[in-house]
């Protein structure tokens, strides 16, 4: 386990390469999302052999072009600028807004933003949703864009938990999906205070499992039992992602027959965090292993960029990120719901 804080260097540089890590990521992995490739076994990483961000993939995007991942974040990142707090009423808004122009949207994603377009409170769309699925569904669609609220709420542990898990509650209501994004963005914050070390990020982790489970029995104590289970499971994951093997390829969890489930994501970014030497090794890992490469390829961008800093990812990576669709002509995707209005929030960080 690699103990050595690595410094971004500033704040902004935090801040950018929490947010740019999330899109690198998204980029770099749609083009093997849905895939099952055969990596080594861990804690070997994966070298290969997609090192670059070349675009292609299932839905044929062009080299840097990102996907829903990133496109929900930008919603997110631009209505805590706007407002300088979390404002659901408005990213829900913004959700809803973003679904016509969307090429790639996860079910659940869209059951709850159609549910609200019709008129569903906030809360109530995503909790029907998930009681329809008999309470089984735990997606990663509202842990690939939370980031923001890491970075934008990083001094206010209190604020930032209580809006990680009402912006999971607009699409993902299930306890596993709510606390794993408070927990992802207090590591984020964590490493804009400077506690950059893969141990202090951990711990952080370990300790907002059990604050925001606590937090989601005093908000709706009849949810408790369910509650109770996600964090017991989500205890597993952080213990499993301490080992050289987080039994990700095996009959209970499975990094290809389960592709989009929370759990997976959020065991193989904290494995990533606690043994990948470098930002780029672990996406290249991440990616190559397949999956829902993308998503695993944003959430685990977001942690690590957290750690790294903006300077640690590829450089060729950023550049065609920041410039997809740069040549194209204007449209929501390139004009809107881009990583370059991402990364609006980290200005004057």
């Given at each position: 386990m690699d103990e050595t804080p690595l410094v971004s260097g500033s704040r902004r540089a935090w801040a950018r390469g929490t947010l740019l890590g999330l899109a690198v990521g998204d980029a770099l992995g749609t083009t093997l999302e849905f895939q099952a490739r055969e990596a080594p076994p861990f804690p070997e990483l994966a070298k290969g052999p997609h090192t670059d961000v070349t675009g292609g993939g299932p839905f044929r995007v062009t080299p840097g072009q990102v996907t829903d991942d990133t496109q929900m974040a930008t919603c997110l990142a631009l209505s805590l600028k706007e407002h300088?707090?979390?404002?659901?009423?408005?990213?829900?808004?913004?959700?809803?807004?973003?679904?016509?122009?969307?090429?790639?949207?996860?079910?659940?994603?869209?059951?709850?933003?159609?549910?609200?377009?019709r008129g569903v409170s906030l809360g109530e769309a995503a909790r029907r949703a998930w009681i329809h699925s008999e309470r089984r569904t735990a997606g990663n669609g509202s842990l690939m864009r939370i980031a923001p609220i890491g970075v934008a709420l990083a001094h206010a542990p209190e604020a930032r938990r209580m809006a990680a898990l009402a912006d999971s509650a607009i699409t993902h209501y299930d306890p596993r999906c709510r606390i794993t994004c408070a927990a992802l963005c207090a590591a984020i914050a964590a490493a804009g205070a400077g506690r950059t070390s893969a141990t202090d990020m951990f711990e952080t982790v370990r300790a907002e499992v059990e604050a925001a489970a606590a937090t989601l029995i005093d908000i709706v104590p009849s949810d408790g039992r369910d509650v109770e289970a996600a964090r017991a499971e989500l205890r597993w994951d952080l213990e499993l992602a301490v080992r050289d093997d987080p039994e990700l390829y095996g009959p209970e969890i499975h990094v290809h027959r389960q592709q989009g489930f929370v759990r997976v994501a959020f065991r193989l970014a904290l494995w990533e965090l606690l043994h990948a030497p470098s930002y780029e090794a672990a996406l290249i890992?991440?990616?190559?292993?397949?999956?829902?490469?993308?998503?695993?390829?944003?959430?685990?961008?977001?942690?690590?960029?957290?750690?790294?800093?903006?300077?640690?990812?590829?450089a060729a990576w950023r550049a065609r990120v920041l410039g997809a669709l740069e040549e194209g002509p204007p449209s929501a995707l390139r004009d809107h719901y881009h990583p370059r209005r991402l990364l609006e929030l980290a200005e004057g960080v």
């Open positions: 300088g707090r979390f404002h659901a009423a408005d990213v829900a808004a913004r959700y809803v807004a973003w679904v016509p122009h969307a090429f790639d949207i996860g079910n659940l994603t869209h059951a709850s933003l159609s549910m609200i377009a890992d991440v990616v190559n292993r397949g999956g829902d490469a993308d998503t695993n390829g944003a959430i685990t961008g977001a942690l690590l960029g957290a750690r790294f800093g903006e300077d640690a990812i590829p």
